[in-house]
């Protein structure tokens, strides 16, 4: 039995007065099929840009992911109709680094290449996970991740 996943990813960015004009883009992650009789985890990569066009403020950023509709970085659940399916973000490859707002075991990325303040562009890749052998029923499953960029 097989299940195809998608997840949607949702940019939040503002701009404050007397700081660079930047904006935040993200590749949505597209897990495909989840077989749940498979051993192996089904991965996926998506990124978040930031890129900035003027020069002002002190430069340096962080970037944030929320924990989507599931409310918890211990497990973002995407959802069909009443059913859940468990899933994770991650900073790192290796799936080591839950990537959220720094509360509830997860951490946020930080830039130090200055590009709010030298203008330019930033993209970071966006590990996901769905673990193995998992019992959901058939649908097509989602979830929205609010990115937040501070600088």
């Known amino acids: 039995m097989t299940r195809e996943l998608g997840l949607a990813a949702l940019m939040l960015f503002a701009s404050p007065a007397g700081h660079a004009a930047c904006t935040v883009s993200a590749s ?3 897990f495909g099929v989840y077989n749940p009789s498979s051993a192996a985890p089904t991965d996926s990569i998506g990124t978040v ?3 900035c066009t003027s020069a002002s403020g002190t430069g340096g950023y ?3 992911l929320d924990a989507g509709g599931g409310g918890s970085y211990a497990g973002r659940r995407m959802s069909s109709g009443g059913s859940i399916l ?3 973000l991650y900073s ?3 799936h080591s680094q839950i990537w959220g707002n720094g509360t509830g075991g997860s951490s ?3 830039g130090t290449d200055n590009i709010p303040q030298t203008g330019g562009t930033s993209t970071y890749q966006v590990y996901g996970r769905i673990v193995a052998r998992q ?3 058939p649908g097509a499953y989602t979830d929205v991740v609010v990115v937040t960029v501070t600088y």
């Open 28 to 30: 949505g992650l597209a």
């Open 92 to 94: 790192d490859a290796a």
């Open 62 to 64: 962080t970037i944030e």
């Open 49 to 51: 840009t930031l890129s």
């Open 135 to 137: 019992a959901v029923s």
């Open 86 to 88: 468990p899933y994770q």
């Open 108 to 110: 946020v990325v930080t």
